[in-house]
């Protein structure tokens, strides 16, 4: 086994092509040692990022994280972490106390949430930071300075979005151009089968504008892509967790189960996993620097860590077998 890593973007740094993320998992699922072993067994498979924002686990994903790092004590030059603002820290129960740093990207509160995500890290700087979602009240401008200071400040290296739409990008790129600011490098979009519209269709043009990169969040659908939603949910597993109730419906669409289980067939005639086979494809779209893992046990992470062999092997027909299996039900 041995990782792949792709330019993030047009940008001068190296990702690797599997990562490993933190949302639901660490704190919920993962306490303090899982989190440093599973960390260690991602990098000993080759992984240099591993991504957070300071919404996961209200603060606590990233103290995990920060524990294990030092810990760990590898090179600072070795590694890539990310954090994400928008949503902001549970504040007080005053209205005061969330208006100005809950779903904003106002300047006020990128300049200070930057500052509590170094700290629960023990960080200096933070290689990746990414604006969580877009802020319609906040002027696109007002934003994009605030991202090109916190950089300019040393406290980041480069900065992006998620889920924000082509035309959004565009409109920060522009401004960052026009000002000669540091400009976006990369945006973090949900990227699987079953969800590719964004990444294929909608970004389209900004490849080749500003050669966007991507790092991609839930390549198996939150666990859909595995098969262990075929009969239900299973004990223990997300879609069992109340405060992810919302992804029930999906997890349980039985069309897309039926898929599933046709993937398994495929994945079963090349000797890997169906959670495998799903991983592959995503990293087979040459825009996607990143494909950034989720896991609730160190068997898992196993399992989709060699998930490297299976795309460094798959072939156009069997990209084609996946894609007809399950194109019905893409949005
Ligand atoms: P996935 O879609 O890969 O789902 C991961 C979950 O699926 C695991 O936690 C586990 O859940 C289950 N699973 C994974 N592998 C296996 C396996 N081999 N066998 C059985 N079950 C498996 O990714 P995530 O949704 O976790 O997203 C990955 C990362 O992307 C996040 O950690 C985060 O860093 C980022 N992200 C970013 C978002 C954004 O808005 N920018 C939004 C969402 C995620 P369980 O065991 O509990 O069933």
Redesign the pocket.
């Known amino acids: 086994t041995s990782m792949v890593y792709r330019r993030l973007g047009r940008s001068g740094l190296q990702v690797s092509l599997f990562s490993l ?5 660490f704190h919920n ?1 993962v306490d303090s040692s899982g989190v440093r072993e599973m960390m260690a067994m991602a990098w000993d498979a080759g992984v240099n990022f591993f ?2 924002a300071e919404v996961y686990a209200n603060g606590e994903s990233e103290l995990l994280m920060g524990k294990a790092l030092k810990q760990l004590s590898w090179n600072r030059l070795d590694y890539v972490i990310s954090s ?1 603002f928008y949503w902001g820290l549970k504040g007080g129960d005053k209205p005061q106390s969330s208006i100005n740093s809950r779903n904003t990207l106002n300047r006020k509160y990128l300049l200070q949430a930057v500052d509590g995500s170094l700290q629960r890290l023990g960080l200096e700087y933070l290689d990746l930071i ?1 604006c ?1 979602r877009a802020d319609q009240h906040t002027p696109i401008e007002e934003t994009v300075w605030a991202m090109h200071n916190i950089i300019e400040q040393g406290k980041a290296l480069y900065w992006g979005t ?2 924000w739409s082509a035309a959004e990008i565009m409109a920060a790129w522009e401004i960052a151009e026009r000002h000669h600011l540091h400009k976006p490098v990369m945006e ?1 979009p ?1 990227y ?1 089968l079953f969800h590719r519209q964004r990444v294929e269709n909608e970004y389209a043009r900004l490849y080749e504008h500003m050669s966007l990169g991507l790092t991609t ?7 859909l892509l ?1 098969g ?1 939603y075929l009969k239900g949910i299973p004990e ?3 879609a069992s967790l109340p405060a992810l109730s919302f992804l029930k419906e999906g997890l349980l669409d039985q069309d897309k189960n039926a898929a599933v289980a046709e993937l398994q067939g495929l994945a079963q005639s090349i000797n890997c ?1 169906v ?1 495998q086979l799903a991983l592959a494809w995503v990293a087979h779209n040459p825009h996607v620097s990143s494909v ?6 160190k068997e ?1 992470l196993q ?2 860590l060699a998930a490297i062999n299976v795309f460094k092997a798959l072939t156009p027909e069997i990209i084609q077998q996946m894609e007809s299996i399950t194109e019905k039900y893409a949005d």
Not at 21 to 25: A, F, K, P, R, Y
């Open positions: 993320g933190s949302w639901v998992t699922q991504d957070n994400k990414y969580h998620s889920e973090q949900e699987h969040w839930s390549p198996l659908a939150s666990g595995t262990k223990g597993s997300r996993s959670s950034i893992l989720g896991a609730s046990r898992q399992e989709n």
